[in-house]
Nanobody, 118 residues
Framework: QVQLVESGGGLVQPGGSLRLSCAAS????????MLWYRQAPGKEREWVAG????????KYADSVKGRFTIFRDNAKKTVDLQMNSLKPEDTAVYYC???????????WGQGITVTVSS
């Protein structure tokens, strides 16, 4: 059974930091690219960051570049998103995503809420 379980969300003040974590099970984690998406209230889901299966390539949306960092640990089957200098516009439900381009297979976590507010 495939599972992606996010943790680490919550309420933080503007300028603060949070670290999201996603624990994977039920599939070959090391074969999948890992991504984070988010969906703000009333908006469509958007891609935030991604890392290749071997961690050689990391990419970020322009809106988070320089503030967010994605990490993966294939031994622990986790992918983290370190979020610094948070802004109110970062408020959203954040989703962990696993994607295998060769098989066109994608798995989603259930999402976790991040609220940036004073």
């Amino acid at each position: 059974q495939v599972q992606l379980v996010e943790s680490g969300g919550g309420l933080v003040q503007p300028g603060g930091s949070l670290r999201l974590s996603c624990a994977a099970s039920g599939f070959t984690f090391s074969a999948y690219g890992m991504l984070w998406y988010r969906q703000a209230p009333g908006k469509e889901r958007e891609w935030v960051a991604g890392v290749t299966s071997d961690s050689r390539i990391k990419k970020y949306a322009d809106s988070v570049k320089g503030r967010f960092t994605i990490f993966r640990d294939n031994a622990k089957k986790t992918v983290d998103l370190q979020m610094n200098s948070l802004k109110p516009e970062d408020t959203a439900v954040y989703y962990c995503n696993a994607y295998d381009a060769r098989r066109d297979t994608r798995f989603w976590g259930q999402g976790i809420t991040v609220t940036v507010s004073s």
